[in-house]
């Protein structure tokens, strides 16, 4: 069964700083990858995804990510953080009929 | 915006209440998926259908049981509520690999 690893359990971090954060998947196949997010008490928004073509997707409110297939990586970018970043940061992937599998999240505090 | 639906969006029940969690989605769909949430936790996948009259189980153990016997509703019951089926309840839908996924907003069940 696919797998899909996030290592960074709770980041802490200063605004303007850059971020990034893990995201290793197991299966070897075409995979369809997405990163979500959800803020405090909120429901889950889609921040961006890749299904083929250009490896680095650019997603809302200035992230990125860069697929790297041979390292079966996926991992989420930004340049610079703001407090309003703060949020449960998900990793996921599908692939063929399978259903999204999601990583344990990365918890993200952003403080002034 | 996507056009799947979750009712109700907050419940508070006693034990041993029975409870059916809606699901909708007017995408046309053939493929639905139940996630069970703790707050600040990982997602649990514990219901998905392929389309009508398709139904499996999930990775995480559940007490619930879904049917699926119109595209468009994907309802999840739980016969016999316990404390420890508190929790958020995200429906999802997608039509074929290499498409969006898409989320509903979430049910937000608390058993008394």
């Known amino acids: 069964a696919q797998s899909v690893s996030q290592h960074n359990h709770h980041v802490i971090l200063s605004e303007a700083a850059s971020l990034e954060l893990g995201c290793n998947y197991s299966?070897?196949?075409?995979?369809?990858l997405f990163w979500y997010v959800q803020y405090p008490g909120q429901h889950l928004q889609l921040l961006l995804k890749?299904?083929?073509?250009?490896?680095l997707v650019k997603g809302i409110k200035g992230f990125e990510a860069e697929f790297i297939k041979s390292k079966f990586s996926f991992n989420l970018r930004k340049p610079s953080v703001q407090w309003s970043d703060t949020a449960e940061y998900f990793c996921?992937?599908?692939?063929?009929?399978?259903?999204?599998?999601f990583g344990k999240g990365t918890r993200l505090s952003v403080i002034a | 915006e996507a056009d799947i639906y979750q009712t109700p969006r907050y419940l508070v029940i006693g034990t041993g209440k029975k409870i059916t969690l809606e699901c909708s989605q007017t995408?046309?769909?053939?493929?639905m998926y139940w996630y069970q949430q703790d707050p600040g936790m990982e997602l649990h996948l514990i219901h998905y259908?392929?389309?009508?009259?398709?139904?499996e189980k999930g990775d995480l153990s559940s007490e619930s049981t879904v049917s699926r016997i119109r595209t468009e509703h994907f309802p999840l019951t739980l016969e016999s509520a316990r404390p420890s089926h508190t929790s958020q309840y995200l429906c999802?839908?997608?039509?074929?690999?290499?498409?969006?996924?898409?989320f509903g907003e979430g049910s937000w069940l608390t058993v008394v």
């Open positions: 995408m046309g769909h053939d493929k």
């Open positions: 996921a992937v599908v692939s063929g009929n399978t259903p999204l599998v």
């Open positions: 299966y070897g196949g075409t995979v369809n």
């Open positions: 259908s392929y389309g009508v009259n398709s139904t």
């Open positions: 890749y299904f083929s073509g250009d490896p």
């Open positions: 999802a839908s997608r039509r074929e690999f290499g498409n969006t996924i898409y």
